[in-house]
Structure formats: C-alpha cells, structure tokens
C-alpha cells in the first residue's frame, strides 16, 4: 500500500535503530507492517472518537480519545516516517494546538457570555434525525479542545524529534 | 482588526476608517452626557474569576465620561489628521489599528470598575504604547526609546498590581467604587496605596520616572500627541483623582503625589527651557503640566479638583493642538529644530495663529480656557485648607512663568524668525509648502476650541460638574466663570505672566545660567545604568543556577519535590488507617513484575534496553490500575507508555548506545541513592495521604485517589457527578468540570511545552549547522549544541505522566 519506494536491505536490529546512519530510521522494511498499520490506522482513530464522545459516561474523554488519535498517527509514522505522518494528518500540527486550546477557552468564554460562571457547564439535548435524542453537555465541547491540543502536542513532539538531524547525514 | 485587514487596500485613507470608532464614542458619550447627570452611573457586570475576586465591571460614572470624551474627541482629530500625515506604507494599517487597539484600552481602563481589570487594560495601553512608539522599527533609537518606555511603565505597572492586591484584599473587594466610598487604612493600606502610586506616576512620566516621555518622542508626531500628551499619560492623573477623595490624607500619598508632582512641575519646565528640538520643548512641558495635575487631583480638596477638572480638558485641547502643529512643521520642513526654522509664522498665518491660542492657553492668558484652569489652581492653592499650600503655591507659581517662558519658547522658536541660525549654519521654512487644509485642520479647530471654552466657559460646566460629583465633590453643579474680579489669584496670575515674559526676554542670559549649573546626573542615565546592571545581575544569576547539566537539574527537580512537601506531611504524622497491603492475588504477580523490570531498568547498560524494561514495567502499573477498577487511570497509562517509548527511541537516535561507564564511584552512588529516597519518600506519601483523606494532602497520588474507598472528596465527587454535570464518569467530570480550570492550565501548559520542545530541538540542529561540521568540536559552544537533544529524553514523557497524575487526583 505504500507509495514509497522500500529499500532493500535495511532490515536492521534494535542497535541499528538506535544509532542509525538511515535518514529515514523508522522505515521498516516489512510490507506486512505497512498493510497492517493501514489498515487499523482508521480503526483507530474512530475509537478515538468513540472514546471522545463516550468520556462523560464510560471511561475516555479528552485526553485519552486524543492520545488513542495520537497513537493512530504514531503507527503511521512508524510505518512511513515524517512523509507518511504528513500524508495522514494534512494539518499542521500547530493548527492543532491552536484550535485546540481555541475550542476549550471558546466555550469557557460562551458559557460566560450566557451569564454562567467559568466553565459552569450546561446540560445540552437534540433531537437527532436517525439517532434519535441525544443528551450531552457543553464539557464536550471542552474535552474536544483537549482532544485537538494532545494530538497536537503528541505529532508536533514526533516531527521534532523525528526530523533528520546531523547525526543522520 | 478590520481595521488591519481593508488597510491594505486603502492606503492611508485606513485611517479615516479607523477615526470612526471615535466618532462614534463621542456620539455615546455625548447621549450618554444627558442622561448620567440623571442616573449618576451606569455599570455593566460579568463575573469572570469570582474566586480572585476578577470580574468583568464596567462603570461609566460623569468622571469616566470626561475622560471618554477626551479620548474620543482627541481621537477624531488624530485619526483625521493622521491620515494626512503619513506616508503609504506597509505599516500604515498597522499603525492604525495599534492606535485603535490603543483607543480601546484606554476607553475600557477610564470605565471599568474592578480594579484588577483596569489593570489589564492598564498594561494595554503600555503595550500599544511600546508598538507605536517604536513605528519606526528600523531605527535602534525608536526601538530603544520604546523599550524604554515599557520597562518604566511596565515595572510601574507590576508595582501597582501588588499594591492593588493588598488594597483589594483590605478592603474586601476589588470594585473601584466600593473601595473608594469605604476605604480601608492601616499599614498595609499604605504600603499598597504607596505601590499603586508607583504605577499613576511611571505611567504619567513623573520625576523621577520622568525620562521615557521625552524619549518616546521617537514616536510619529500624531501618537505622541495622542497618547504621550492628552490619553495615556493622563492613565495615572486618572488613577490619583480616582483615589484621592479615599486616600488623600495618607502621609505616604502625600510625599509621594504633591513631592512628585512639584518636582515635574518644575523640573519639566526648567527642562523646556533648555531645549531645541520643538517637540521636546512640549515633551517637557507635558510633564510639568502633569506634575501641576497631579498636584491638583492629589490635593482632596473639591477647588483643587475643580481645578484639575478644567485643567484636564485643557491641556488636552491645546497640547494635542500643538502636538500637531509640530508634526505639520516637521511634515513640511522635515525639521524641529527651533534654531533653524524661520518665517513660518509669515508663511502659514493660520497654522501659527492656531499655535499661538493654544500656546496662550498653555501659557495661561486670558481670554482661554488655559487661564480659566490656571485661576482655579491658584485659588484652589490659597484655600488654606489645601496641604502645604503655601509651599506649593510657590511651585506653581514659578512653575507657571516657565511655562509662559517655554510658551513663548515654542512660538518664537517655530514661527519666528531665526535667532542664530540651525546647528548646521542654514535656516529652514521660507519656502515651505502649504499644508492641505484638511491636514491643518486639527490643530486650527483644537486651538480654537481653546479660545470658545475660554470665552464661554460655561460649555464645559455640566461636563466639570459631573465629572466633580462623580469623584464625589460637590452636588454637579458648577459655573466656571473667566472673570471673576479682582482677587490674590488674577494677581498672581499677572505676576506669573510678567515673570514668564522676564524670563523669555532673557533667554540668552537663562540659557547662560542653565548651562553654568552642576549638572544633576540625568534620569535618563539613571535608567541606562540600572538596565545595565539589570541585564549583568541576570545573566551571573543565569549562569549560576542554569549550569547546563542536566543531571543537576534532575537532581533539584527530584529533591525539591521530596523536601518541599515534608513539612506538612511530618505535621500530619501516620496514617490512621493503613489500606490492605494486598486485594488479590493477581496484585502480587503485577508488583514483583514492576520490581523486576524496574531493577532491570536501573541495572541496564545500554539505553535502549534500559527504555523497553521501563515500559514493561509501565504496562505492569496499567495491570495494578486494573485490578484496582481504574480503566481510564489504565487506558491514559498504556497510551502514555507507548507513546513514550516512541518518543524515546526517536531520542535515543542522538545518544551514545551505552550509558557513559564511569570509574567514580560517587557518580554511581548518589543517584542512586537519590532514587531510593524519592522512592522512599513517594511511598510514605501516599500511604499517609490516602489515610488521611479529609484534609487537603487529598492531592496526592493517582493509585491513591482511586484505591481507597472511604474518601470524602472523592465521595463528594462521586455524589454530585451525575446531578450536577450529568455525567457517570466521575474521572472525567473532573477533569472537564468540577476541576476544569485546572485543565484549562494543564492543556496551556502542554501547548507551551510542545512549542518548547520544537523550538529546542530546532535551535540544537540549526547551530552545528552555521558551525560547520565540528559536532561538540567548538568547545564552549558545545554546552548548547549537543545536549540539547538530550534534555527531551527528559521533557518529553514529562506532559504524558503529568497527565495521568492529574487524571486520577482531579
């Protein structure tokens, strides 16, 4: 499935992942990883959801959905390196951050507009057309905030530190 | 930010745009005129923090109004004559829409009514000041002067955050009105009025925080004129006359208010004397008439107010106006320098004739508004109900003859004929164009208005009034008069035109006089030294406690943690109640796995071995959180562990494989030692916290939180989780409710951390870069090359395992 050119040869043990002359360290050369990684990356990131959305009543909530999330893009960029990582994820992950933390002092802000104290959370109700009533809280509105930065926090610590240094050329 | 957004396409017309926002104040201000001196104030409530007792308070009282009006009025001008001024430019809307940012600040510090969020905008204003003074951001001297500028008003601004804090907590609340009307006392008082006084006087440029005004001057002449003499400086008269009526009799409001106050007053003026650039002749003469401001306001008396009042309203008009006319002649002749300029007066007879009413106002000659102020300080002053006022009587008099001196100084100097011809030998302005009637029209009206106020002063009486009341003077009703018969105060008023004049006639001989006087040591070295010796202090402190070796700071890290909460916890003494050494079977498995790849760990010679015994026994602590019923503590730890490993391996790229051997043997023992204690240390705590659970030490530990059931707080959590945040998951209500302050910090904080760890990593491979090859060759340089990749090996689980300890505490 991946796109990218595999080079031969490169079947390394741990030592060569730890002090690697590979620009691209993380490649692995198994087509079987790569197919596999795919194919749960979506699986993933819907559990992520799931765990977002479910947070207030079952275990999960923000920061975990997001670090399931995180961990979907880890094993892309495991499987494919900072190109993979790019190819998965196509914002930037400072954009993350700052829509993250957006979304979580946006709705600190709403409820203090509606004359709450902040981050007095109200209780929200919707009829839904094919789900039906939907009962949840404006705190998921601040959890989703938390879900953006953690992601955010997790890719952009993974580009950094993941990015060719000197030692790799 | 429209503003900055259309600018682009609008040139400098952006600025007609922008002076609508004015416009507009003006209009509210003027419906909202009629109907205060009804209402008396209107407020405007949000509660914000109420834990710190923050709130969103705004109140327009008649005082504020004045101020509004100022700001609003000036602002109109300024933008309209802006828009003459400057140049195309990229940074035109950018100007702009600072000085409109500028413009809010300073409505929302005049109207709101919590002290803590007049703080904010208070430091606002010091911001937009620092951005447009330093417009020119190509010249050194610009940035300078605006760094200048934001350190005195800034450092003035911290002091007055702790002084308003302790007022605040004296007092009980921090509304501005209730402090006011009931105001506390004793020592603290003192110290806090004494620290918010520190602020009103850096922010309003008075001796001896005095020397950043002249130096801001670097500024484009239309934000000089708006924020460096008729808004901004004024932040801090406000301030005073806001406080006066509550702490006027304070001895420490005294020294401070009427000491610096008098000190401007004539230091300021003696300063304007001496100058040759035109715009530092009304530099310092602002800050001599915001010393006579500030002696006026800080006096408590109701005359002395009223006074201040009108001196307010027209300084505004006439130092704007020849703020103005400064920028015209300069705009024409491109110099300010009253030596060389020549014959303007002949040239432009309305441009000057506007300049001279408002430098007769300033000067204080009848018929303008300026003598009507000046009478009134002057009786205020005989009143002998009025502090020191013999004393300061005398100030303002001398005060007021260098003010008619550097009056006629400035009106000589800018549209006479040439003296002595410029630095250079050349005289400038007989053939200068004509300014655009549109551009001169700023200056022209505001020097007019000086002359209607003065001839009819009663316009400006409901205006006075009610900002008098407001301040809590009088009943609102005020009739300024321009003659008000022969009296002591139109005598010394005469006297101090005749001595103005004396001293103008003689300027040669003063000048001499000046130069032959020992020179004081200028504030403006004062404040180089100190920022000096500042940055020096900083950077020995620097190299002592950040001694770039990274096991050092684990080592205070680790420690501080396990001596600083030792006090309480020996206060506490044991656990009344030892929890269960084992619940069931499965938990003795799980441990001796943790011990055993925990020691695997420590005992590892290669790095990368070390990582994968820590993560083992990582997801061992995920079984303990299981068996104990905590799925989200278990869920967040298998997350964090695997992405740490991630992270490490990526990290452990940069690293030697194997731990550096050492032969010494201290270097072998005292970490692990430290370990052991931490260990140690972590283990009590927990027993004894989740012992005593009703007291605060509740904050403990995550396995704590969750493995014991006779919490009270966690028992309280637990019962009001689903009533109050209808939610069944009580770990993340927590987070998300009844604690999202906290996670509002914690999702900051990350964010910080994770730009930190990008910048680092950036900075460590940028430099070997520009360095050339030679990886660690360069020897001191080395300190912050190579280790930079290694500090991560230490941050990046560092937000992770905060994460799951918060999680679980709440």
Known sequence: MSHEPTEPGTEADHDDLVISDDPRPMRPSSPILDVVIRAEFQVLLVVSLYLLFAGHNQPGGGFIGGLVAAAAFTTRYVAGGAAELRRSLRVPSSVLLGVGLLVAVGTALVLLADGGAFLEHRLLKATLPVIGEVKTTTALFFDIGVFLVVVGVIVSILEALGAPTEDDR | MVVALVGRHLGTRVFWLAGVAPLVTVVYAAFAGVRLRDDGAWTEAYSWV????????????????????????????????????????????????????????????????????????????????????????????????????????????????????????????????????????????????????????????????????????????????????????????????????????????????????????????????????????????????????????????????????????????????????????????????????????????????????????????????????????????????????????????????????????????????????????????????????????????LGVIGLVLGVAPMLADPLVGGGLEALGYGDGSVSLHLWSGFNAALGLSALVIAGGAVLFLARRRVERVQEAMPHVPSALLVYERSLAGLLQGSGRLTAITQSGSLPVYLAVIVLTAVVAPLVPLLSVGGPEVWPSWVDSPLQVVLAVIVVVTALSAAFAHRRFVAVLFLGAAGYAVVGLFLVQGAPDLALTQVLVETLSIVAFVLVLRHLPERFAPTRVPLRRVLPAAMGVLVAAFVFVFLITASGVRDTDLTAGGASAASSAGDATLSEEFLARAEVEANGRNVVNVVLVDFRGFDTMGEITVIVVAALGIVALVAAGRRRPDGTGDGEGGDGDDDGLSHPVPVDQSVDVPEPGSAKVESGGVG
């Not at chain 2, 605006?146 to 609340?173: C, F, P, R, Y």
């Not at chain 2, 008396?301 to 103005?324: D, I, Y």
């Open chain 2, 50 to 445: 109420p834990e710190l007792g923050l709130a969103i308070d705004f109140r327009l009282d008649q005082f504020s109004l004045l101020l509004v009006v100022l700001v609003g009025v000036i602002g109109v001008f300024v933008f309209g004559y802006a828009a003459s001024y400057f140049h195309e430019g990229p940074e035109v809307p950018r100007t702009a829409a600072v000085l409109l940012a500028f413009a809010g600040s300073m409505l929302g510090l005049v109207m709101s009514d919590n002290v803590l969020l007049m703080f904010g905008f208070w430091e606002l204003t010091s911001i937009t000041s620092f951005l447009l003074v330093g417009t020119n951001d190509e010249m050194p001297s610009a940035r300078s002067a605006a760094l200048h500028a934001l350190l005195v008003t800034g450092g003035g601004g911290l002091a007055m955050l702790g002084g308003l804090v302790l007022i605040g907590q004296a007092a009980g609340t921090y509304s501005l009105s209730e402090i006011v009307a009931a105001p506390p006392s004793g020592t603290t008082v003192s110290v806090g009025v004494g620290l918010v006084l520190l602020g009103a006087l850096t922010k309003s440029a008075q001796v001896p925080f005095h020397s950043w005004l002249p130096g801001a001057m670097a500024a484009p002449t239309p934000i000089s004129a708006y924020l460096h003499s008729a808004t901004m400086v004024k932040a801090g008269v406000f301030l005073v006359a806001r406080f006066s009526p509550a702490f006027a009799t304070l001895g420490v409001w005294r020294w401070m208010v009427l000491g610096a106050g008098t000190a401007s007053l004539l230091l300021g003026g003696y300063r304007a004397l001496r100058q040759h650039d035109i715009k530092l002749v009304l530099a310092y003469g602002t800050i001599s008439q915001l010393g006579l401001l500030m002696i006026l306001f800080g006096a408590g008396t109701e005359e002395t107010a009223l006074a201040g009042c009108v001196l307010l309203l027209a300084h505004a008009a006439f130092k704007a106006s020849l703020f103005l006319t400064v920028g015209i002649v300069d705009h024409q002749t491109h110099t300010r320098d009253l030596r060389s300029l020549s014959g303007l007066g002949r040239r432009w007879p309305i441009v000057a004739g506007a300049a001279a009413l408002a430098a007769a106002s300033m000067a204080g000659i009848p018929p303008l508004f300026g003598f009507i102020a000046k009478e009134y300080a002057l009786k205020g002053y005989l009143e002998p109900n009025a502090p020191a006022h013999i004393a300061i009587l005398t100030a303002i008099v001398v005060g007021s003859m260098f003010t008619v001196a550097y009056s006629a100084r400035f009106l000589w100097g800018a549209f006479g004929p040439a003296e002595d011809h410029g630095p250079d030998g050349t005289t400038v302005g007989a053939d200068a164009a004509h300014p655009s009637a549109l551009f001169a029209g700023a200056p022209v009206v």
